[in-house]
Structure formats: C-alpha cells, structure tokens
Antibody
Framework: QVQLVESGGGAVQPGGSLRLSCVAS????????MHWVRQVPGKGLESVGV????????YYADSVRGRFTISRDNSKNTLYLQMNSLRVEDAAVYYC????????????WGQGTLVTVSS | DVVMTQSPHSLPVTLGQPASISCRSS???????????LIWFHQRPGQSPRRLIY???NWDSGVPDRFSGSGSGTDFTLKISRVEAEDVGIYYC?????????FGQGTKLEIK
C-alpha cells in the first residue's frame, strides 16, 4: 500500500533553516510528481510546491519562492523540502502528497510533520 | 490565484439524511486537455486529508458510493446520499487546473 512518511520537523527561530524529508513506499516513486502542502493547525490547506517525476521541474507558491527548495532522490524514494529564511507565518504541519490524475491531482498524503517558528 | 469558495461553513446533519456541499471557483477549471481538475477531500480530526473524488465526479478506490461529485466550469457539488457517523470531519474542494493548486476554506460536517 502507498505510504508517505515525513520527518525533519521541529522548532526553529525566525530566519533559521530546516530540511524536511518524505520517504515513499508502495508505489514506483520515480513515476510521480510530488507536492508539499502545509496546514496551520485548525486552519486551511496551502500548496507549497511541486517537483516533477524526474526532478527537473519545480513550481512554488509565491509565499515561499526564493526561500524554499523542493528536490528528490529517486534512488532513495525520498522527497525533500529545504526551508530557509523561515518566518513565523511558515509554522504549520507540512505534508508530502503524491500527484496522480493531474495536473495537481493530489491523492495520497503523508501523516505530516510539524514545523514551529518562534523566537 | 484561483479562489475556491465553499458553502456552507458548517453542516449539521441527521444520521441517514442527505448532505450537500457547494464549491465555486473564481475562474473556469476546464484545463486545455478538456478535463476539469476539481478534487474533494475529507479530513477527520487528527488525520491527513483523504481524497474522495477527482476530476469532478470520479471515485477514488474504496470510497463509498453514497458520495458523489458533480458540476462544471466554476460550480461544483459534493453530495452524500445518506450520512453515516464516519462521515464527520472537514470537507475541502481543491482545484488543480491552475498553478498553484488552491483549496476551499472547508466545510465542517457534524452529526445533529
């Protein structure tokens, strides 16, 4: 069965950096685009960005472009989100999500990893 | 960005009764390939979202057929024919036609 397991969340000060990882299993990872989506606890959902199946193409939300970088290592079935220059408003649960029946056909979601940003 | 507007925000429903959620987009969701990339998710408390419906009206695997999606262009609807206790939670619509994908604000379904 499809599994997506995020890790790397934690507490960081404004201006700091964090790298999230998402390990995929149960499907051929290299055949799917992958997204990061975030959710402030108790609030709505916001797309962060997407990386193509081969890793060559990425797209970002305006709110994170230039600060966040999405990458992947298909040999390790792993998706990454490098977050730099973190702001208080970046605090959220970050989910990795598979893309099927797209464009942006988000289907399976990981359990999420919590990022807190405060001084 | 495309704005997705859901109604109602809160939906109290009696077990066994039908429920309906509306989702409207600020732009047409018809993609250049002719398909409409409108998705419905269900999120139970403390859980990740689960996709129920994709491309307006297609069921994901394991989704009960009491759920149905319909609509076109900018107006879409999720219907539950007979609400069951496990249906509580928040329902989100999402458009994937335009970048970035955007979500409605959610509709909280609760049992009366």
């Amino acid at each position: 069965q499809v599994q997506l397991v995020e890790s790397g969340g934690g507490a960081v000060q404004p201006g700091g950096s964090l790298r999230l990882s998402c390990v995929a299993s149960g499907f051929i990872f290299s055949q799917y685009s992958m997204h990061w989506v975030r959710q402030v606890p108790g609030k709505g959902l916001e797309s962060v960005g997407v990386v193509s199946d081969g890793g060559t193409n990425t797209y970002y939300a305006d709110s994170v472009r230039g600060r966040f970088t999405i990458s992947r290592d298909n040999s390790k079935n792993t998706l990454y989100l490098q977050m730099n220059s973190l702001r208080v408003e970046d605090a959220a649960v970050y989910y990795c999500v598979r893309d099927r029946e797209g464009p942006n056909g988000l289907d399976y979601w990981g359990q999420g990893t919590l990022v807190t940003v405060s001084s | 960005d495309v704005v997705m507007t859901q109604s109602p925000h809160s939906l109290p429903v009696t077990l066994g009764q039908p429920a309906s959620i509306s989702c409207r987009s600020s732009q047409s969701l018809v993609y250049r390939d002719g398909n409409t990339y409108l998705i419905w998710f269900h999120q139970r408390p403390g859980q990740s979202p689960r996709r129920l419906i994709y491309k307006v009206s297609n069921w994901d695997s394991g989704v009960p057929d009491r759920f149905s999606g319909s609509g076109s262009g900018t107006d879409f609807t999720l219907k539950i024919s007979r609400v069951e206790a496990e249906d509580v939670g928040i329902y989100y619509c999402m458009q994937g036609t335009h970048w970035p994908p955007t979500f409605g604000q959610g509709t909280k379904l609760e049992i009366k």
